[in-house]
């Protein structure tokens, strides 16, 4: 094993992810030099205890501009590693791997394999090849063809991006009645916000137009979130959770999680699904349970949000990557022996405490969420609370939750109507 000087250090882009945040402090305990990246004035892990530099860097969405000033970062400095913490740095990673691989250490699949996750058209189209559920889907080119099929088929519908990185600002979907109408008109939305200049929407302009599911209400209270690392030999690692709030309610982030067993069934799908698109490392993968159905709605090929629930839970993701990414064969195997063998279920949890109680006194004062539901709610987090990981709060690295909850109130004076969307209504 390498002494701690030896260490490669690593650099970690989005900063004010709560995935890059976990990484951090993870990695950071163990020894490792950290460095942060973002374009933002205020990033949330650029002042962690544990992060060694902040750098300022061009916008994520420019991937050739935003690889080319990460060369320069690499000609300048050590040889360090660098993974995935976004779909915009999966897929600049992805694009440019070959030029950066010559001054960075990476664990990252080919933009085939990243395309293929990004594109939900494809994803879908991927899982079914190998017998993996998901909703049902459309991918109607116009409006008018959109219209047709809420015509036909009615009930509430779900309007999502094949790819967030074809939106500007529409990132999450939206829950529409199924007519034609309101249908043809969230479809429009979506087109008027595409993002046509992307490096990502000009390699793949189908990508542009939305597509269209079918709405499962389960999708409110019943997301099983399926996590974990597999390694180029298949071999594979896993932790199971079940999302229980998100923001906006309908479809969006995730606020609270709960343990849960691993369901054996959805670990094969994952397993059959990642080595049919070649996919290698972390991952999370989203199912929504409906009864007897099992259906894949998203694939994150990257750190996530809800990562600290799985470290405290002993599966470091970070350190498997970390591993992974600089070539130490030996620490890899060990880390993945050992997640292999652990049994336990320790009935952990994972909120984000602020964002909880802001949804929840905002949802209530605008008659969004019913007493009862306010109550559950507040039940829920002070049940959970001795055992529970939160996004931010950490009594060893303070400064990140004053700087989190100093960016809501800027984002309530900046953004005022879209943060009463997000947090105060249920769609």
């Known amino acids: 094993m390498q002494s701690r000087e030896d260490q490669v ?12 945040l976990a990484a951090v402090r993870s990695l ?29 860097c061009p916008d994520f969405n420019r991937s050739s501009e935003w690889a080319e000033w990460l060369l320069q970062v690499g000609r300048s400095g050590p040889r360090s590693a660098i993974y995935a913490t976004s779909d915009a740095v999966l897929f600049a990673l992805a694009l440019h791997r070959d030029e950066l691989s010559k001054r960075f250490a990476l664990y990252q699949p080919g933009l085939e394999t990243v395309v293929k996750i990004l594109d939900k058209g494809k994803l879908f189209e991927s899982a079914m090849e190998v017998g993996v559920e998901t909703p049902e889907t459309w991918l109607p080119t116009t409006a008018d063809e959109a219209g047709r099929i809420a015509r036909d088929i009615r009930g509430q519908m779900l309007i999502k991006p094949r790819s967030q990185l074809s939106q500007r600002s529409l990132t999450k979907g939206a829950v529409v009645e199924g007519n ?7 479809f ?10 992307s490096e990502f929407a000009i390699a793949n302009p189908e990508c542009l137009t939305p597509l269209v599911q079918r709405f499962y209400p389960e999708a409110l209270d019943n997301v099983y979130s399926l996590t974990g690392f597999r390694d180029m030999n298949g ?8 999302k229980l709030l998100q923001i906006p309610r309908n479809a969006g982030v995730g606020l609270c999680f709960e343990e849960a067993p691993i369901d054996a069934e959805l670990a094969d799908s994952a397993s059959r699904l990642c080595e049919h698109i070649g996919y290698f490392g972390v991952f999370e993968l989203e199912f929504i349970i409906a009864g007897r159905k099992r259906m894949l709605i998203d694939f994150n090929g990257r750190f996530y949000g809800q990562m600290a ?23 890899l195997s060990r880390l993945m022996a050992r997640e292999v063998a652990r049994r336990d279920h320790s009935d952990k949890a994972f909120q984000h405490g602020f964002a909880l109680k802001l949804t929840i006194n905002m ?11 306010v109550d559950r709610w507040r039940a829920w987090s002070t049940r959970a609370a001795p055992s529970a990981v939160d996004a931010v709060h950490d009594e060893e690295d303070p400064f990140p939750r004053v700087v989190d909850v100093t960016r809501y109130f800027l984002n309530l004076v900046r ?3 879209a943060f009463v969307r997000q947090h105060g209504l249920t769609k």
């Open 363 to 373: 949802q209530r004062a605008l008659g969004s969420m019913s007493r009862e539901e």
């Open 9 to 20: 250090p690593i650099l970690l882009a989005n900063a004010n992810y709560y995935g890059t």
């Open 415 to 417: 953004h005022p109507r």
């Open 180 to 186: 034609e109408k309101h249908v043809r008109a969230m």
């Open 28 to 56: 950071g305990r163990a020894g490792i030099q950290v460095s942060t990246l973002d374009p933002s004035r205020l990033p949330l892990a650029g002042y962690s205890r544990y992060t060694r530099h902040h750098l300022k």
């Open 309 to 331: 629930l799985d470290i405290e839970r002993g599966m470091d993701l970070p350190a498997l990557a970390y591993a992974a990414a600089t070539g130490a064969p030996e620490a």
């Open 188 to 197: 429009d939305r979506y087109l008027k916000n595409a993002s046509h200049g």
């Open 235 to 242: 071999h594979m690692v896993l932790r199971g959770a079940r």
